[in-house]
């Protein structure tokens, strides 16, 4: 089955985290601790009466030849409990293997008390949850609400008939793993979307992983199955695999809090140094803050995807870091500079480049785009002469920035220009200095286009 939450886990657990993944996950165990309010708590209440209400009709109604054991009843709800808690990430959705005990439980037990029987084992992890992580209690009541996947299959299998598992009914069993996609992601999806705003379309692509698990998951549950028929001590036969899986989850998840960490350290190096600017030449430091803002806007409406966003913020807080090699004589000089201190000048960029390579990782990633920011789109920047789609577009974002941010911002030689003005002058050196779609989407974010 899918997770209560979509989309908990990067797609590769390493130094270099997926940023966009690395907010969904740190939001999503912030929620965890906190309560249930408001709609959260109106939904879980609404839906999970609504599940139990329907799970006591099916344990009612859908007839039944087999024999209800108490003892087998509950070493299912055990074991399902127990695999609830092996939450294995896998790209960018959280699977439970619960598959492996919910297939053979379809066969083991009447029909009709399935639905009941892994709300218990659901009710039973979340209050380990509730014991040992010191959750807030009312996290219980998301138990029966996250159990609706199994309304589903039970449905279908009804409608077949009460039967012992045969492979020949392989086109049921497909139907009924259907049937449970499409009511977990209806009512998972459809709770997020009415608690906090989630588009259920959003969702799809984080739980298409964990519904990938269980369709891999499935057939092993049915083997099972077959298997406990004539002996149900046989379902034992899955407790390898789940203590594969239990020893897997558990090393993926120490790899992605290590790249938690990773990720944090470098954002806050990236600050630091970007104080340390500051602190050599106030002009520079606030300069380069500045310089932050309107690139996010310039990435927003040229749509650059969260690794590239990441890059960005780093560069442009970064872009001058490299000026506190440069002589303050020089960076400071109210005047205009010397061919031979403009010489000196320009090689910040080299310098940033340098500065950034010995810290590594992402910022060392970061440093090449550094290198980048003072060409020009008709190749006559520096240092490297580069030209057009050359130039990494994060590096033509920073240099268009850059330049308005200067022309905008007082300094002790000169004025600053009227907003109007630097955005005219941005134009006329579009396809010369600029990049003329980058020039264009900052107007745009300016309300000048």
Known sequence: MTSAAPSLVPARPAAHLDPAVNDLIEKSRGS????????????????????????????????T?????????????????????????????????????FVPMLFLVPLGTVPLLVCAGSLMSRAADV??????????LLAPVYSWHVVGPVAVLALHGERAPNLADWPWYVAALL?????????????????????????????????????????VGLLAALAAVDNRSA????????????????????????????????RGTAFLLGDV?????????????????????????????????????????????????????????????TPEERVVIETHTVEGERLLAQVGGILGNVGGIVRSCHENWDGTGYPDGLREEEIPLVARIIRCC????????????????PVTEALAELRRC????????????????????
């Open 65 to 101: 030849s087999r024999s209800f054991d108490p003892a087998t009843a509950f070493l299912l709800v055990v074991a399902y409990a127990g695999l609830s808690r092996v939450e294995f990430e896998v790209r960018t959705g959280l699977a439970i293997p619960t598959e492996l005990v």
């Open 131 to 140: 014991a040992l992580a010191h959750v807030p209690a009312d996290r219980v």
């Open 235 to 266: 379902v034992a036969l899955v407790l390898p695999l789940v203590g594969l899986l239990t020893m897997f989850a558990r090393e993926r998840q120490v790899r992605i809090d290590h790249a938690l960490e990773l990720s944090h350290a470098y």
């Open 277 to 337: 600017v500051e602190a050599d030449d106030e002009y520079t430091g606030s300069h380069s803050r500045d310089v932050v803002a309107l690139v996010r806007d310039v990435c927003d409406r040229l749509d650059l995807d969260a690794h590239d966003r990441r890059d960005a913020e780093f560069a442009a807080l970064l872009h001058d870091v490299g000026k506190i090699r440069i002589p303050s004589e020089i960076i400071r000089k109210p005047g205009k500079l």
């Open 32 to 63: 965890v601790s906190r309560r249930l309010r408001g709609r959260g708590l109106a939904s879980a209440l609404v839906l999970g009466g609504a599940f139990l209400a329907l799970a006591s009709a099916f344990a009612v109604l859908i007839p």
């Open 430 to 449: 579009s396809g010369t200095d600029f990049d003329p779609a980058v020039v264009e989407a900052l107007g745009a974010s300016l309300g000048e286009g």
């Open 179 to 219: 049937a449970q996609f499409a009511f977990d992601f209806a009512f998972s999806a459809g709770r997020e979307w009415f608690a906090k705003g989630v588009a259920p379309t959003s969702q799809l692509p984080y739980m298409g992983w964990a519904f990938l698990v269980d369709s891999a998951l499935a057939p």
């Open 402 to 417: 850059d330049a308005f941010s200067a022309m905008t911002t007082d300094r002790p030689y000169r004025q600053s220009r």
